[in-house]
C-alpha cells in the first residue's frame, strides 16, 4: 500500500492503548518513528525492513519484552529512546553494530544481563542511560567512546573495578555510576589524581563503596556544579580547593564516609551536606 513510501510516523502522546502493529516494523523508507508517551503494551515487534530508520523512540509506554536482535539492521538510526517502559532480557549483542548511535536510553526498565562487551564500537555515542534496571557484571572498555557526554548506570547490580579509561572521557558533563537504592552497584575503585573532564558539570559516585582520599586534583574540575561523594568509604580531610570551586554551586554532598577535619561548606552551594553527627537533615534521618 501507499505506507510503503512513509518517512515519517509521529504518533507521540495519543492515548493509544494495545500492541504496536508489527506492520510498522515492516515499511522500508522510514526514517522516523516517534510512539513516546503512549499507552502501548505487550512486545517490540520484530524489525525486519527498517533499514532506512533513524530516530526510533518508545519512551514512556508499557512495553515489555527485549529488544528486537533485529534492531541491528537499523544502521543509519542515531537515536534509540526506550525509558520508561518494563523491558527485560539482556541488551541484544547486535546493538553494538549501531556505529551511527549517539543516543541509547533504555533507562528505568528491567532489563538484565549485562552491558554488551563490544559497546566501545559505538563510537558515535554522546548519550548511554541505562540507570535502574538490573544489569550485572563489570564496566566494559568505554575508552574509545570519545564523543560520550552523558553516562548513566546508577541503581543497578554492577560490580567490579571503576576502569580508569573513564576518568579520561574528556567530552563527558554528567558522570553518575550511583546508587540511590539498597543493594545497587557495589564498585570498587579510588578516585584517579588526574581528572580529564573539562566539561564536567555532574559527578555522581555515591554509595557505591570507592575508598582512598578526595585528591586535591578534583580543583581541575572547573565547570563542576554537583558532586555526589555520600555514602562510600572515604578517608582524610576535604580538600581545601573545593572552597574555591566557583561553579560548585548545585550541590555537594560527602556524608557518610570516614572523612575527618572541619570543611565548611561554602554558602554559595545549594545543597551541601558533609557530615551526619547531628542527623537533622532528611537526608541523614533515611540513612
Not at 522510514?30 to 530516530?55: C, R
Not at 554522546?126 to 575508552?143: A, S, V, Y
Not at 566539561?199 to 554537583?226: C, K, M, Q, R, V
Request: charged share 15%.
Amino acid at each position: 500500500g501507499l505506507l510503503t513510501l512513509l518517512a515519517s510516523m509521529n504518533l507521540h502522546s495519543c492515548n493509544f492503548t494495545g500492541s504496536i502493529p508489527a506492520e510498522m516494523m515492516t515499511l522500508p523508507l522510514l526514517k522516523l518513528l516517534y510512539l513516546y508517551e503512549n499507552s502501548f503494551t505487550g512486545t517490540i515487534p520484530e524489525i525486519v525492513a527498517l533499514s532506512n530508520l533513524e530516530k526510533l523512540n518508545l519512551r514512556k509506554n508499557k512495553l515489555t519484552g527485549p529488544i528486537p536482535n533485529g534492531i541491528g539492521f537499523c544502521t543509519l538510526l542515531d537515536e534509540l529512546e526506550a525509558r520508561e517502559n518494563q523491558l527485560t532480557s539482556s541488551l541484544p549483542s547486535e546493538i553494538t553494530m549501531l556505529s551511527n548511535l549517539k543516543i541509547l536510553s533504555a533507562r528505568e526498565n528491567q532489563i538484565t544481563g549485562t552491558i554488551p562487551a563490544d559497546i566501545g564500537r559505538m563510537t558515535a555515542l554522546e548519550l548511554l542511560q541505562l540507570r535502574q534496571n538490573q544489569l550485572t557484571g563489570t564496566i566494559p572498555f568505554l575508552g574509545s567512546l570519545t564523543a560520550l557526554t552523558d553516562l548513566n548506570i546508577r541503581d543497578n547490580k554492577m560490580t567490579g573495578d571503576i576502569p580508569n579509561e573513564i576518568y579520561s572521557l574528556t567530552a563527558l558533563q554528567s558522570l553518575n555510576l550511583g546508587n540511590d537504592i539498597a543493594r545497587g552497584n557495589a564498585f570498587r575503585g579510588t578516585l584517579p589524581s588526574d581528572f580529564s573532564f573539562p566539561n564536567l558539570e555532574g559527578l555522581l559516585l555515591h554509595n557505591i563503596n570507592i575508598s582512598g582520599t578526595i585528591p586535591p586534583e578534583i580543583g581541575d574540575l572547573t565547570n563542576l556544579l554537583a558532586l555526589w561523594l555520600q555514602g562510600n568509604a572515604l578517608t582524610g580531610t576535604v580538600p581545601p580547593v573545593i572552597q574555591d570551586m566557583e561553579k560548585l554551586t548545585k550541590e555537594l554532598f560527602l556524608y557518610n564516609n570516614n572523612l575527618t577535619g572541619n570543611f565548611v561548606c561554602p554558602t554559595r552551594i545549594e545543597k551541601c551536606l558533609v557530615s551526619c553527627d547531628n542527623y537533622l537533615n532528611d537526608a541523614c534521618r533515611a540513612l
